[in-house]
């Protein structure tokens, strides 16, 4: 059993923020997250939370605010009086125990420009955090930020929406293998070496060539080769769901890069129009 002072309420909260925000912005439901002891003493003392998601009147991605001055605020007492006060004879000290306590928190976020809501529960317990529910839901947000390769991956598109919605219900195998079967088809129409190289080879060539993995995500290269060398029966879930965001973002980054070079075209295009038309003047 672990105690902790309340002299940690008065620490640097941007840990716990952190944490929130991936876990409301991309975390599936259910996907548990370690959560410490000490940060109930940060997650107290946060006054308002940003994230960032799809809005449905704005029709575009928009940031959502929750300020937590009245409603935050009683969650958060309820919390405290919930705890356990240990008196500590050694040190003289009272400590506040958390432990085999659980506690649900709901957000409601606001759309920045129409005021729209979206609503968040999150299950603090056993030393985890969790989302519990999401409304609009997990898989209808991240359909919608996809919703612009439809064109560009006609024929894979549907495996796409499968297998956020596969992640969403914690199916990690499922949802790894759809999003794989699109990467071979994106590095397998970009790879013009030796055909009979095997997948993860070829994925590297490419990836050299365009960069697909940026800076920041480089710790992780490794474990991305690792995994898309292995045949589709040897992934294990957790491998699959713990990957899967990773390589969502690369599949996604390929498809920028290709509405970039497209968007690109269009505009050399007209350019080299305009400048015809004025020299026929
Ligand atoms: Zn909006």
């Not at 589709?232 to 699959?240: G, P, S």
């Not at 996604?252 to 970039?260: A, N, T, V």
């Amino acid at each position: 059993m672990v105690h902790y002072t309340s002299e940690l309420a008065d620490s640097n909260n941007q840990e716990v923020c952190t944490l929130l925000c991936d876990l409301l912005e991309n975390q599936p439901p259910y996907k548990k997250t370690r959560f410490e002891n000490a940060w109930y003493y940060k997650l107290i003392s946060l006054k308002e939370l940003s994230i960032r998601s799809f809005c449905e009147s704005c029709d575009a991605e928009s940031v959502f605010c929750a300020t937590f001055s009245g409603t935050f605020k009683e969650i958060a007492t309820e919390c405290m009086t919930a705890t356990t006060n240990v008196f500590d004879s050694a040190s003289s000290k009272k400590y506040e125990c958390f432990d085999g306590k659980s506690f649900i928190l709901t957000f409601t976020f606001l759309c920045a420009k129409c005021k729209r809501p979206h609503y968040y529960s999150i299950l603090i317990t056993d030393g985890n955090i969790l989302k519990i529910g999401q409304y609009p839901s997990y898989t209808s947000n991240e359909v919608q930020d996809v919703r612009k390769y439809k064109n560009l991956i006609s024929k894979y598109y549907p495996e796409l929406t499968k297998s956020i919605n596969a992640y969403s219900q914690g199916m990690g195998v499922g949802a790894f293998v759809y999003l794989r079967r699109i990467l071979e088809h994106l590095v397998e129409s970009r790879f013009t070496g030796d055909k009979s190289w095997k997948f993860d080879e070829k994925f590297k060539a490419v990836e050299a060539a365009e960069q697909l993995i940026p800076e920041e995500l480089s710790p992780a290269k490794l474990r991305i080769y690792s995994i898309l060398s292995k045949g589709v029966h040897e992934y294990t879930e957790e491998e699959c769901m713990e990957l899967y965001l990773v390589v969502k973002f690369v599949v996604e980054r390929m498809l920028d890069i290709e509405i970039e070079k497209q968007e690109n075209q269009r505009k050399a295009k007209a350019a080299i129009a305009a400048i015809n038309k004025k020299l026929q003047q």
